[in-house]
Nanobody, 126 residues
Framework: QVQLVESGGGLVQAGDSLRLSCQVL????????IGWFRQAPGKEREFVAG????????AYADSVKGRFTISRDSARNTVHLQMNSLKPEDTAVYYC???????????????????WGQGTQVTVSS
């Protein structure tokens, strides 16, 4: 069974950058659509960004568009989330998720994903 391992979280100041990584273990990255979600305290888990199997199509939440970039590194079986111009409202636990469906568009909803990582904390101070 596939395993997802997130890394790269931390404590930063507003305006700083972070790069999160989601490593796919035991299976090839090319078998999955990958998404990033986040969950702030007291709030529901929300979609951040998603990428298709080939990397051809990408989607972002409006709140991160223009600041975050999702990308695939097939050689390392890893998906990255580059986060620039971070804001205090970006503070959350960030999760990556994998979905095996062969679809041409990224998955945006929680129910579309079959596998989840444990999450990595991102804290942005003002």
């Amino acid at each position: 069974q596939v395993q997802l391992v997130e890394s790269g979280g931390g404590l930063v100041q507003a305006g700083d950058s972070l790069r999160l990584s989601c490593q796919v273990l035991r299976r090839f990255l090319s078998n999955y659509r990958i998404g990033w979600f986040r969950q702030a305290p007291g709030k529901e888990r929300e979609f951040v960004a998603g990428i298709t199997r080939t990397g051809t199509n990408i989607a972002y939440a409006d709140s991160v568009k223009g600041r975050f970039t999702i990308s695939r590194d097939s050689a390392r079986n890893t998906v990255h989330l580059q986060m620039n111009s971070l804001k205090p409202e970006d503070t959350a636990v960030y999760y990556c998720a994998a979905d095996q469906q062969l679809r041409a568009i990224p998955a945006r909803t929680l129910k579309e994903y079959d596998y989840w990582g444990q999450g990595t904390q991102v804290t942005v101070s003002s």
